[in-house]
């Protein structure tokens, strides 16, 4: 199970951190990642890290302001989000994928979502 949490209500040019917190040992062999869903859009790609945190992928909207990191010692994946901007604005979901993708279809497993809203 993934339980995402650290969504909020934030001015543009403001910052968050999203937390993805695991069960089970499988966390620590599986990639990670972090997907959004504006109102209206399909699910998108944000951002990705491998199993042991040495490889990251991002989407290119938020290369240079969001970081994803992982701490296997405490089975939790996180989202820095730095510079944010409105259009930033989706429920963001945390997922396990089952290969090294940006493709929807690689997501094992999916957290809840927690809604991050940027006012402009």
């Known amino acids: 199970q993934l339980q995402a949490s650290g969504g909020g209500l934030v001015q543009a040019g403001g910052s968050l951190r999203l937390s993805c917190a695991a069960s089970?040992?499988?966390?620590?062999?599986?990639?990670m990642g972090w997907f959004r869903q504006a109102p209206g859009k399909e699910r998108e790609f944000v951002a990705a890290?491998?199993?042991?945190?040495?490889?990251?992928i991002y989407t290119d909207s938020v290369k240079g302001r969001f970081i994803i990191s992982r701490d296997n010692a405490k089975y939790t994946v996180y989202l820095d989000m730095r510079r944010l901007k409105p259009e930033d604005t989706a429920v963001y979901y945390c997922?396990?994928?089952?290969?090294?993708?940006?493709?929807?279809?690689?997501?094992?497993?999916w957290g809840q979502g927690t809604q991050v809203t940027v006012s402009s």
């Open positions: 997922a396990a994928l089952t290969a090294w993708s940006k493709e929807t279809k690689s997501v094992g497993s």
């Open positions: 089970g040992r499988a966390f620590s062999s599986s990639h």
């Open positions: 890290v491998n199993w042991g945190g040495g490889a990251t």
